[in-house]
């Protein structure tokens, strides 16, 4: 279980990035001609770097940065099925959305008003999960699954509310929303969500010691020398932080968080430090891979991407668990 | 190095020790006897620093343990639980190499906490499973995995809760041989436990405690009593020699 080269897996998992970040974009409905869109010449020009070359690398970003806030929320609640929406921060992103488009809103201070209002949304889930599960200064991962379920229920209820006073048109956009989809954005907006999120996901590999403790347990942890209020919170915000940035701009898109870093714990084994830069790796192409089908396999028609994860994913995990199935151990 | 003086300790409001007033000196293997729900564990996880809300006074070279810097502490003291439920495919090497955390520098192990792994793991004897997942390891081996995990934190004082509790009595052996041997190396060990023979036949000192206060505190010739055993655990027994001049004790009439 443990790897005996711990880099080969970091390798392979980066070799998978570059060639979905090269392949993917070429791939479409559409033939695109490399010299001429290099050219700048119209269609290839625009279909090339406007359209697929932006939509692949955001969904190589939220691939990847899903995939490893999942694998820090199963280490602090030690949860095998946590993901990094069961502590309520994208269902505090989706509420934002929600609520710009059924009040119409179009902008926000420049941004796109579904786009700022996500984030909004997210941030103020955030400060009131830590309000409620740091009653007392002390923070353990039960008080922090507890106030992140609560308020996630909140928020869906409602989100409920709001979709069932809207009108018909608003009520259509605001599921297609809650579906999740990647969409091509101007690699300026790609630009300045990298550059909130990356440190952030390097903050959780740096970590990564602390995160092993706590996937054992607090006590444990403390034995050994961890401020475990302080882990717990600094992880919360880190994961947190990445997870409602990127759902602002896709939306919830499920089943990555979770299958991913599940995946890799069978392959690469539990130890964080290799954990979390893997699933960060793998689970940028696999969603890039994923929205590419998503937009090809019945174009015109797009699939949401949710169910193409869903739909890959799972049989896949079930292929790799069947495959291990004489240790019966996951 | 411990002095603790009229320790004691509340849970919602529900008092679970009392008054406890004992003091430790390396070296010396100790046992801290006494029924369920006596206060054998709240005592340890207040001398490991796991319970800061305790009342009275509990010092470790002459500092209250609730004061210590956690790193420092975890470097001084190290605790078994009873058991660790793992959800995670960790392997045993990884479980021990947890006990370098106070130690460690950055993102990766520095050869001394390879060394001090390696050293632990041969004492306790688990090197044959160490690439092995801790869930798929038996009571016993996971126990021996534990240890080594605390012993590769190189502490002065190690703190065991029940470290037998559902071993076979090969493991209950050995582990006892163990933490004799460790004791003997300059240690300060410390282990709860309600197997009253387990403890005569090992521990130099036995604390008894009962609902929360102790009860006694001497040389095991002197606890191992069918008096005190009455008044501890609410048993009548009868003491006979055992193995090494220690006693042994009989249950029933």
Not at chain 2, 27 to 51: D, H, Y
């Amino acid at each position: 279980m443990a790897s005996r080269r711990p880099g080969s897996w970091i390798a392979a998992a980066a070799a998978a990035l570059v060639a979905a970040a090269v392949v993917l974009p070429l791939v479409g409905p559409v033939r695109v001609d490399l010299a001429r869109a290099w050219a700048g010449v119209s269609p290839d020009h625009e279909i090339l770097f406007h359209a697929r070359l932006p939509r692949v690398l955001l969904a190589l970003l939220a691939g990847g940065t899903l995939a490893a806030a999942g694998a820090l929320f199963q280490a602090l609640l030690r949860d095998a099925l946590a993901t990094p929406y069961t502590l309520g921060v994208s269902s505090g992103a989706s509420l934002g959305a929600v609520l710009a488009m059924s009040l119409g809103w179009e902008q926000i201070l420049g941004f796109p008003a579904v786009w700022a209002a996500a984030f909004v949304g997210a941030a103020t889930v955030l400060a009131l999960v830590v309000a409620i599960a740091s009653e007392g200064r002390r923070m353990s991962s039960f008080t922090l699954l507890l106030a992140g379920v609560t308020i996630n229920s909140i928020c869906l209820a409602l989100i409920l509310l709001l979709q069932y006073l809207a009108g018909f048109a608003q009520s259509i956009a605001i599921v297609r929303w809650l579906m999740g989809g990647i969409e091509a954005v101007p690699y300026g907006v790609l630009a300045a969500v990298a550059c909130a999120v990356l440190p952030a996901v390097a903050f959780m590999c740096w970590r990564a010691r602390e995160w092993n403790l706590l996937a054992v347990g607090e006590e444990w942890a403390a034995a050994r020398g961890v401020d475990t209020s302080r882990a717990l919170l600094a992880g919360y915000l880190a994961g947190s932080f990445v997870t409602g940035s990127i759902t602002a701009l896709t939306g919830p898109i499920g089943f990555v968080g979770l299958i991913v870093p599940h995946a890799l714990r069978l392959k690469v084994g539990a130890d964080h430090r290799l954990l979390i830069p893997c699933s960060f790796l793998a689970g940028a192409p696999f969603l890039a891979l994923c929205d590419t089908l998503a937009r090809t396999v019945a174009a015109p028609t797009e699939i949401p991407v949710g169910v193409i994860t869903a739909m890959l994913g799972g049989p896949f995990f079930i292929w790799l668990l069947r495959s291990r199935r004489r240790s019966l151990w996951l | 190095m411990y002095r603790l003086r009229g320790v004691g300790m509340s849970y919602n409001g529900t008092p679970v020790l009392h008054d406890v007033t004992l003091e430790f000196e390396a070296p010396l293997f100790a046992a801290v006897v006494g029924p369920n729900g006596a206060g054998k564990s709240t005592l340890l996880g207040i001398m490991a620093g796991l319970r800061p809300g305790y009342a009275g006074q509990c010092l470790y070279r002459d500092r209250e343990v609730r004061r210590w810097p956690r790193r420092a502490f975890a470097r001084e003291v190290s605790f078994v639980p009873q058991t660790v439920r793992i959800e995670f495919p960790f392997t045993a090497e990884q479980v021990v190499l947890m006990g370098r955390t106070p130690y460690a520098g950055g993102l990766f192990e520095s050869p001394e906490d390879w060394e001090a792994v390696e050293r632990a793991m041969q004492l306790t004897d688990t090197v044959a499973f160490r690439h092995r997942d801790f869930r798929s390891l038996s009571g016993g081996e996971r126990q021996l995995v534990l240890l080594a995990s605390a012993l590769a934190q190189q502490p002065r004082v190690l703190l065991l809760d029940e470290p037998t509790a559902f071993l076979d009595l090969r493991h209950q052996i050995a582990i006892y041989g163990l933490l004799v041997e460790l004791s003997r190396h300059g240690l300060l060990v410390i282990a709860a436990t309600h197997d009253l023979n387990l403890a005569a036949a090992f521990a130099e000192r036995i604390v008894a405690l009962r609902g929360g206060r102790v009860v006694a505190d001497a040389a095991p010739e002197r606890v191992v009593d069918p008096a005190v055993i009455r008044q501890v655990f609410g048993v009548e027994a009868r003491v006979a020699p055992g193995p090494r001049g220690r006693p042994w004790i009989l249950y029933g009439e």
